[in-house]
């Protein structure tokens, strides 16, 4: 393994820090608890990821030949098998807390579960141990990538399950983060699977673009509950 995918280890772990400091001086938040709650359950949840590729490889011995089984693998076993993970542990270990009022928060701690999810998976994913890495097209991009597109995954799902907080609607919600937050993930990697070039830059756009909104409307939502 070369320096270059050494080097990627340090992107997830520097995006904390980042909006670390940007929380504390944004918001002075006194205490950390929950945001380390979250980065720790978000390495956890990888779990669930490396069960489900193992029993698929148990199942197919390494053998996505068609089109058909590299598309389950990518949105069910890796994309869904995620995002589940992730949204479990946001149900059950922060979405009860008295300070998740909104969709603000749900996007707060689903960043964070995301960039502890991403600082392990990259790990794995750049020794072998998840994914397909003989099949992803240019690897060290996907592996410095992979923790900015799981902050749009983290947005995208916290946005909607704090909205079923506040509308009281849950299920709709919280079906629709899972779902947009899994197809998102599932985008992303198949890009990098079909080396798409056309198909990488429109996600990464429409991430920044989907991104961008979803904060300014949770901010916006905020404001207007004050």
């Not at 020794?127 to 592996?143: A, E, M, R, V």
């Not at 996600?203 to 905020?222: D, N, P």
Request: charged share 10%.
């Amino acid at each position: 393994m070369t320096l270059l995918y050494y080097l990627s280890f340090a992107v997830a772990p520097l995006l904390i820090l980042l909006f670390v400091a940007y929380l504390r001086f944004k918001f002075t938040i006194k205490s950390l608890k929950n945001i380390q709650l979250a980065v720790i359950v978000g390495i956890i949840s990888v779990a669930l990821l490396f069960i489900a590729n193992y029993f698929i490889e148990l199942r197919w011995h390494g053998q996505y030949s068609n089109m058909r089984r590299m598309a389950f693998f990518v949105f069910i076993i890796t994309a869904f098998s995620s995002e589940l993970a992730k949204f479990l542990f946001l149900k059950v270990k922060f979405y009860q807390l008295k300070t998740f009022t909104g969709p603000l928060e749900g996007i707060i701690y689903s960043v964070f579960i995301n960039l502890g999810f991403a600082l392990a998976a990259v790990v794995l994913y750049a020794y072998g141990i998840l994914g397909l890495p003989d099949k992803i097209h240019n690897f060290s991009l996907f592996l410095y990538t992979y923790p900015i597109a799981s902050i749009i995954f983290g947005i995208c799902m916290g946005f909607f399950v704090g909205m079923g907080k506040v509308r009281k609607n849950g299920f709709i919600d919280n079906s629709t983060g899972l779902f947009v937050s899994t197809f998102f993930h599932g985008l992303y990697y198949f890009g990098f699977i079909t080396s798409d070039i056309r198909l990488l830059i429109f996600t990464a756009i429409g991430f920044f673009v989907i991104g961008i909104t979803l904060v300014v409307k949770s901010v916006t939502q905020r404001l207007e509950q004050k």
